[in-house]
Each structure stands twice: as C-alpha cells, then as structure tokens.
C-alpha cells in the first residue's frame, strides 16, 4: 500500500520565544559536557540551514497543489520561528564565551555553493535533511530522558522544535515528489539516495568536527573527547545508533516520511510541556 502524507495533518506554526530570562549553566545538558556540545554544534549550524530550507522551499509554493501549497506555507512559518531561536540560542553561547565563527564560515560557504546547483537538487538537499531533522525529533520526544537535568526553557526549546519538525516532516519529500512526478521512478530514487548518502557523510563528519572544537574550547581534548563522544553518540545514550535503522528507512524505494505516523508522541509532549497553538510554552 501506498503511504501518503495524513489528510487530517495539521501542521502549527507555534510562534515561541525561549531563554530571555533563563539563567543557564554552561553545561546546561544536565552537566554532561558531550551532550551539551553535541547540541550546540546542532544548533549552531540551524539558523543558516533552516534559512536554506526556506530559500529553497517558498518558489515551489504556487505551483503545488492543494494542500501541499499551505503546508509549504506552514513549513516555512515554522522554520523561520525555528531560525529565529536558534538564534537566540546561539547568541548565548558567545556571550557564554564560544568561538562559532569557524563553523559559521564553513556553513555559508557550503550553502552558497549549494544555492549554485539546481533547484531540484536543492529540493534534494533539503529533502534530506529533513529526514535526518525528523528522526532525530523523534529520538527527543520519545525519550525525553535524554533531557533530564536540563532546565524547562532550555528542554522547551529542544521539545518545540521536535514537535514542529515532526509536523513537517513530509513537506519537502512530498515537494520533491511532486517535482519530479515525470521522473523515471528509478531515476528518482537514485537522485534522492545519492544525494542522502552525500549529505549523510557531511552531516557525520562536520558535526564530529564541530562537536570537538566545542569540546576543546571546554578544555576536553584528545582521547578523553573522541572516546566521550563517541560514546555518547554510539553507546549510552546512543544517539546516533538509535536512530541508524530510522535512517536507513530513506533508502528504501518504497520510503514516505510518513510510513511511521508518530503524532501521538506530539500529543503526549504537548500535554507534558503545556506547548500548544493556543497557550505557547507555559510552565
């Protein structure tokens, strides 16, 4: 059977604002200083890719059928609400003292020669990692464990834009998919898997790299910071191994966003956290 986006999805740009006034440990992943950079390298790395989703996003708007066009419309609301945070985000960890200019430099070199290729590949890109945005969301609200001994606004912010990325999460595939509707399928999945595999090994690599430089600005180096990480990456709590066969699902010809419907678990943190359309975060 044939899997397609839900006909009852409703996808909520929760307009949210996080961290003003929260006083924040520099460990603020419950002390634990790999998981704190792992997060920060993630974050730092968010406001220009989300921005790149919206560049990339917004011109296949008109021509998409209804409702793809208003989850076009949704998604991109929910990405520059996204953007924004982040960027308050990582506005404190410079006051906090980090250096992310190096990483910031790489990541709009990198999108200024994405932003050369074609508008399909870019959809391609963008198709991808947002698979990698959508499974990791999925790690983070179905266990929130992970973010024991982190502060309310700080897990709030981390649960919000699970929740939305969840919501969102089949928009660009079925944007790709629609793009390429005259495609030879075969043709297709090649195109999207090779560029998956490119931006996977990207994706792997620059984050290890990020997270170490974090690592070190924290005095952690060496051995002691490639074996933590890896650790916290691959064994306990394992965060990319969790998540490895929901990867894997990409590549499979038969793959949709949504053969795994988990909006229950947006249910379940929306009553946790008190984060709905209509109150925003409370506490």
């Known amino acids: 059977m044939t899997v397609t986006t839900p006909h009852d999805l ?26 704190t950079a792992w997060h920060n390298a993630l974050s730092v790395v968010f406001p220009a890719g989300e921005t790149f989703f919206i560049e990339v996003m917004r011109p296949f708007r008109n021509a998409a059928p209804q409702p793809l066009s208003e989850q076009i419309a949704a998604f991109v609301r929910q990405e520059a609400f996204h953007t924004r945070e982040h960027n308050v985000f990582n506005d404190r960890l410079k006051a906090e003292g980090y250096d992310l200019s190096e990483t910031e430099a790489w990541m709009e070199a990198t999108l200024a020669k994405a932003r ?45 834009h699970a929740i939305e990325e969840i919501e969102h999460k089949g928009v660009a595939y079925d944007t790709f998919m629609h793009v390429t509707r005259t495609m030879w399928a075969g043709n297709r999945w090649l195109m999207r898997n090779l560029v998956f595999l490119q931006v996977t090994w990207a994706f792997l690599t620059r984050r290890w790299g990020e997270t170490l430089r974090l690592l070190e600005q924290d005095d952690i180096v060496g051995l002691r910071a490639r074996f933590g990480l890896f650790a916290y990456l691959w064994l306990y709590p394992g965060i990319l191994r969790r998540v490895s066969l929901s990867w894997a699902a990409y590549l499979a010809p038969s793959f949709h966003p949504w053969q795994r419907d988990d909006r229950n678990l947006i249910a ?11 109150n925003g975060w409370s506490r």
Not at 127 to 153: C, N, Q, R, V
Not at 268 to 278: K, W
């Open 10 to 35: 409703v996808i909520a740009p929760r307009n949210v604002r996080f961290g003003k006034h929260e006083g924040r440990s520099r460990l603020w992943m419950g002390g634990n200083a790999f998981a």
């Open 116 to 160: 050369a290729r074609h508008p399909v590949v870019q959809l391609s890109v963008t198709t991808a990692l947002e698979h990698f945005t959508a499974i990791f969301a999925h790690l983070t609200l179905k266990h929130p464990e992970i973010y024991a001994g982190t502060s309310d606004e700080a897990r709030g912010l981390w649960m919000w």
């Open 268 to 278: 379940d943190a929306q009553r946790r956290y008190g984060l709905t359309p209509e």
